[in-house]
């Protein structure tokens, strides 16, 4: 089956400083990946949702500047969370569609524990 | 606007009871309608899916049938077990101009042995 991976998997940092997560479609073409928030014991919210090779589209309240999102390539897409702060500890979970988005599926990758100290 | 609406939890079962998790939707249009399971630290897996009304999802003993006329997914299992235990999201996928997935707000289940 598809299979997407993120990296980190578990990340601790500073306030302030930026951090960097990864997500990668192992097996297939991602044309689209959607990025998710998730709080603890709360449901996912979309951020953003990033077409290969153009900008992302960032839902209502989610700051561009703050969370970008790069798509370079049909297999990775990052999120950068810029000048982290405590109330940006989260997990994050991006999922990917296949080229044939025929079947409306989603794959998930395992989600990245953010924690901002 | 569209939305899902699910049962709220925790729902604790004994092993072997029977499972169900309510789930309602709001949507514009056709939608597709999910079942996703989150197992405790991962990410989200598909359980099942259907793509129309009257169809009926089924994996790994969970059943769910689409009815457009009750706008309704209800997520049934006839014997849980205690590795059944995790976070269960109802989901739909509209097209507005773009694909965009709409979860609840997910049920916990604890089954115990």
């Known amino acids: 089956g598809a299979v997407v991976s993120q990296h980190p998997s578990r990340v601790i940092c500073k306030s302030g400083t930026s951090v960097k997560i990864e997500c990668r479609s192992l097996d297939f073409q991602a044309t689209t990946m959607f990025w998710y928030r998730q709080f603890p014991k709360q449901s996912l919210m979309l951020m953003a949702t990033s077409n290969e090779g153009s900008k992302a589209t960032y839902e209502q309240g989610v700051e561009k500047d703050k969370f970008l999102i790069n798509h370079a390539s049909l297999t990775l897409s990052t999120l950068t969370v810029t000048s982290a702060h405590p109330e940006d500890s989260s997990f994050y979970i991006c999922s990917a569609t296949a080229r044939d988005y025929s079947s409306y599926e989603q794959y998930f990758g395992p989600g990245t524990r953010l924690t901002v100290t | 606007g569209n939305s899902v609406t699910q049962m709220e939890g925790p729902v604790t079962l004994s092993e072997e009871a029977f499972l169900t998790i309510n789930c309602t939707y709001t949507a514009t249009g056709y939608p597709s309608l999910f079942w996703y399971v989150q197992y405790p630290g991962e990410g989200l897996q598909l359980l099942l899916k259907a793509t129309k009304a009257d169809d009926k999802g089924s994996n790994k003993g969970f059943e769910a049938t689409y009815r457009k006329e009750t706008t309704s997914f209800h997520l049934e299992k006839g014997s849980v077990q205690v590795s059944d235990s995790a976070v269960y999201f109802c989901?739909?996928?509209?097209?507005?101009?773009?694909?965009?997935?709409?979860f609840g707000a997910g049920t916990r289940l604890f089954v115990k042995a």
């Open positions: 989901a739909l996928i509209i097209n507005t101009g773009g694909f965009k997935t709409i």
